[in-house]
């Protein structure tokens, strides 16, 4: 298998040539184009329950769609919904990555996810910080809203809820309020998370909230 | 005449240089900025325009009725842009084929392209997608603008694409609309529709979906009446 | 102050380095990450009647001061919308900017708001706010910015106006004749005369809020 992310940073697509037999497992509604070749299998994955779970915390879809290149090699074209970039992650066993619900893309049959709880003040945040673990081995692509910047953390760190992508297992962080209570309420930086440790943090520049909020005020009358 | 594009992917802006007495052919509201010696004259499709009713659908739709002609009383410029955030590319047609282009996807062109709207053909396509598709034949500069990057794919044999991500295609291919994989696939996939391409000829797509951005923006908007 | 603009244009973002007591003025919403030594003080800018006027104008009713404490600090900020930013350094001098184009601002700059006198401006839902002062203005687009020395005159579409400097005067009309004007699509334009630097988006967002509109979930009557 080899890949391409063309497009980004603003409208980035992942292009795979699968050799015959390989698979790609990729969130549903995010095939672009693909060879005649490929057989396609849905699926509500990690088991309906479960799934369903990731849907209600995540708002990821609670399906997904593994690809075959059948009898000879073929392409497939992935897209996420909104515009913003991938990022790829390699994963090795005993690695597990976290990750926003809403960033999962694609990955190889043989990476894991499982829904991670963020914790209460995360819930509270209402940028839906609901993350999930991605372990095993292979490859997962990940996408943002906006661009993806890659920070290295080594000690301390503070990003805004809605701006974080995914970070790697040697960060732990907390949801705090910023500032004192005028700030939180009036702000509107709201809760931010304080990450501790040393790894990478990726971070978006964009939130789907802010874009929102910028928005709504410029919807014809109702 | 000269096109210059800036701002791909992301917010894609063409600005067409004219010299005097040359004229170029936008939908409404494109124009952003333009020197201050050019003439705007709008008309309304007049090709096979299909009668008031058809052209009052396609306002509701979003998509402009009238279409607007620039011509310079001196050598100056026009710059156009389309609504949605993407890209614009260029498209040179010699007149040998004719282009099949998705109705937001037409941004402007030289006045000697003819638009036809109502040609026969494109059934079975989008239904419940507010979408409906032109005809461009002659020889002319064509700007085509995506939800998206734009990249073009020459087919020899088969291909399938999903409805939401066509920008245009040449008529030399041939298109089916299927379901993906069998019937729990279709409801269940997100997939939907698609389209399989056969044949010889260009396809241009569009790494993202307007309609699907939409619906996941606008379901967080606060609602509207009906 | 250093800063750094990242991303252009498509997702723009300023870091900004400030020394150890600095300063940077915000619209509130604006951070994206910072050092754990940033301070962080919320303020109504110009008292409260200050931040009335500008949340007429559509600007976020309060701003935030983020001070670097003891040491030298970075933070990042970012409009909400999609598209570009730009640094200009005022130096005495004034620049009109569209209002919701503010991002942020380094030194002694005062912001007032103007709203502009032709009613015609107001319907296209573009408000002026006046910046003068000696500094650095952070201001961003939706889609990407150009900017247009002009020398003469030009024309420009009413909403894809970012900023311009003082020492242009411009003029509101109808575009074409008549039937041009309401059938076009086009609508309002401005024409900028005199010799100054013009910056325009390449994006609008009044034609982006009646796209999403359709998008929206329908009212449910409860009669």
């Known amino acids: ?222 | 005449m000269k096109i210059e594009i800036i701002h791909r992917p992301s917010f894609a802006m063409a600005q067409v240089d004219l010299a005097e007495g040359e004229s170029f052919v936008s939908e409404g509201g494109a124009m952003v900025t333009m020197t201050d010696n050019i003439n705007i004259e709008t008309s309304t499709f007049s090709r096979g325009g299909g009668g008031l009713l058809k052209g009052l659908k396609r306002l509701l739709t979003g998509e402009s009725f009238f279409l607007n002609k620039f011509t310079a009383r001196g050598a100056g410029h026009v710059a156009f842009a389309p609504t949605l955030v993407g890209d614009i590319e260029q498209i040179t047609l010699d007149g040998s084929k004719n282009l099949i282009v998705q109705s937001t996807s037409y941004l402007a062109g030289s006045p000697t392209l003819e638009l036809d709207t109502q040609f026969g053909g494109m059934k079975g396509f989008f239904s419940g997608e507010s979408v409906f598709w032109i005809k461009i034949s002659g020889a002319g500069e064509l700007l085509v603008n995506s939800f998206g990057g734009i990249f073009a794919k020459d087919i020899d044999g088969k291909f399938i694409c999903d409805t939401g991500h066509i920008v245009a295609f040449e008529d030399t291919i041939s298109y089916k609309v299927k379901k993906v994989g069998g019937w729990k696939a279709t409801i269940l996939s997100g997939e939907g529709l698609v389209c399989e391409f056969e044949g010889k000829g260009r396809l241009y797509m569009q790494t993202h979906n307007a309609p699907e951005f939409g619906k996941l923006i606008g379901g967080k908007l606060p609602p509207r009446k009906q | ?223």
């Open chain 3, 1 to 223: 102050m250093k800063y750094e603009l990242t991303g252009k244009p498509d997702f723009a973002m300023a870091t900004l380095s400030l020394a150890a007591g600095e300063k940077v003025t915000a619209e509130a919403g604006a951070m994206v990450a910072m050092s754990a030594n940033m301070k962080i003080e919320t303020k109504a800018k110009g008292g409260l009647l200050g931040g009335l006027k500008r949340a007429l104008v559509g600007e976020s009713f309060f701003t935030n001061d983020f001070t670097a404490e003891g040491d030298a600090g970075t933070i990042s900020l970012a409009p909400s919308i999609p598209g570009d930013v730009e640094a200009v350094e005022l130096n005495g001098g004034t620049m009109y900017m569209q209002s919701g184009a503010y991002v942020a601002h380094v030194g002694n700059i005062n912001i007032d708001t103007k709203l502009n006198l032709q009613s015609f401006f107001a319907g296209e839902g573009l408000f002026l706010i006046k910046l003068t002062g000696t500094g650095t203005v952070f201001f961003c687009s939706y889609g990407g910015l150009k900017k247009i020395p002009v020398a003469g005159s030009y024309i420009v579409d009413t909403t894809h106006i970012v900023a311009f400097q003082d020492s242009l005067t411009f003029n509101v009309q109808a575009v074409g004749g008549l039937k041009a004007t309401f059938l076009s699509g086009e609508g309002l334009v401005c024409r900028f005369s005199g010799q100054g630097d013009l910056w325009i988006q390449t994006r609008s967002a009044p034609p982006f809020a009646f796209w999403l509109n359709p998008f929206r979930p329908v009212e449910k009557s409860n009669n």
């Open chain 1, 1 to 222: 298998m080899n890949y391409e992310i063309k497009h980004g940073p603003s409208f980035a697509s992942l292009f795979l040539n699968l050799d015959t037999g390989e698979q790609v497992r990729t969130e549903a509604g995010a095939m672009v184009g693909m060879s005649t070749n490929l057989s396609i299998k849905t699926k509500a994955y990690g088991g309906f329950l479960k799934a369903l779970i990731r849907k209600l915390v995540g708002g990821e879809s609670i399906f997904q769609n593994t690809y075959t290149a059948e009898g000879g090699a073929g392409e497939i074209i992935v897209s996420p919904t909104l515009p913003g970039s991938i990022k790829a992650k390699t994963l090795a066993k005993g690695q597990t990555f976290i990750l926003q619900a809403s960033a999962f893309l694609a990955c190889t049959p043989d990476v894991t996810l499982k829904t991670k709880y963020g914790g209460l003040k995360a819930l509270m945040s209402g940028e839906g910080l609901f993350l999930l673990q991605a372990g095993g081995e292979g490859e997962l692509w990940f996408n943002s809203y906006g661009n993806i910047i890659e920070i290295d953390v080594d000690s301390e760190y503070i990003v805004d809820t809605g701006h974080i992508v995914a970070f790697e297992d040697g960060l732990s962080f907390k949801v705090k309020k910023i500032g004192g209570l005028k700030s939180l309420v009036f702000s509107g930086e709201g809760f931010v998370a304080n990450f501790k440790g040393k790894g990478k943090l990726y971070i978006q520049s964009r939130t789907v909230s802010s874009l929102v909020g910028w928005i709504t005020p410029m919807l014809p009358a109702r």
